[in-house]
């Protein structure tokens, strides 16, 4: 299995680019969630899912668009990139047990810039 | 809004050493994770803490979970440069909360 799954790696936007941030998972994973890292404020949920056709806004949702059209993929999309989306963002994906979610499993990131 | 604090920010120390590190909350949590983030990669989960007052032990790191599920730390014995890394704690359920991590750092 190659678990989560990223790309790009790394991407450099102009101001008022959009661009779509790829995330898959091969492990049938019902829950999917985006986050962005900067520095000394940890991870932060930006949108999640919970199953295909599902979506839902995290903690800091605006600027960001998401869809769960199928298990598989979660994909984050930029309307206008902003200065202020300079970030690390993961994705992870984690499975359901008892009714509450468990271990997430984090794709290796992308590392944004927009100049 | 839950928030989770976590201290220290930063910790450098020598092989050998023990060190706590702390995560706090103002609100209450299902359960508790730790997990361990290394340069240039996503976080990877140590340990998921459910009851109140658990301790468990991984390897050379004991975890605890507060009494009242608000709080809990990670103790590193006999740190070893391999222990280099970003812990985080993330409080549940659902929207997981996670705090600003401490950044470890383990000279040899």
């Known amino acids: 299995n190659a678990g989560v799954t990223q790309t790009p790696k790394f991407q450099v936007l102009k101001t008022g680019q959009s661009m779509t941030l790829q995330c898959a998972q091969d492990?049938?994973?019902?829950?999917m969630s985006w986050y962005r890292q900067d520095p000394g404020m940890g991870l932060r949920l930006i949108h999640y899912?919970?199953?295909?056709?599902?979506?839902d806004q995290g903690e800091v949702p605006n600027g960001y668009n998401v869809s769960r059209s199928t298990t598989e993929d979660f994909p984050l999309r930029l309307l206008s990139a902003a200065p202020s989306q300079t970030s690390v963002y993961f994705c992870?994906?984690?499975?359901?047990?008892?009714?509450?979610?468990?271990?997430?499993?984090f794709g290796p990131g992308t590392r944004l810039t927009v100049l | 809004t839950q928030l989770l604090e976590q201290s220290p920010q930063f910790l450098s120390i020598q092989e050998g050493e023990n060190l706590t590190v702390y995560c706090n909350s103002s609100?209450?949590?299902?359960?508790l994770q730790w997990y361990r983030q290394e340069p240039g990669e996503g976080p990877v989960l140590l340990v998921t803490?459910?009851?109140?007052?658990e301790v468990k032990k991984l390897k050379r790191l004991t975890f605890q979970f507060g009494d009242a599920r608000k709080d809990s730390s990670l103790h590193i014995t006999a740190a070893q440069p391999g222990d280099t890394g970003l812990y985080l704690c993330?409080?549940?359920?659902?929207?997981?909360?996670f705090g600003a991590g401490t950044r470890l750092f383990v000279k040899a």
């Open positions: 609100s209450v949590f299902s359960s």
């Open positions: 492990m049938n994973h019902e829950y």
């Open positions: 992870a994906s984690s499975y359901s047990k008892g009714g509450t979610y468990n271990e997430q499993f």
């Open positions: 993330a409080g549940l359920p659902f929207k997981t909360i």
């Open positions: 803490v459910v009851t109140g007052g």
């Open positions: 899912s919970v199953g295909a056709g599902i979506t």
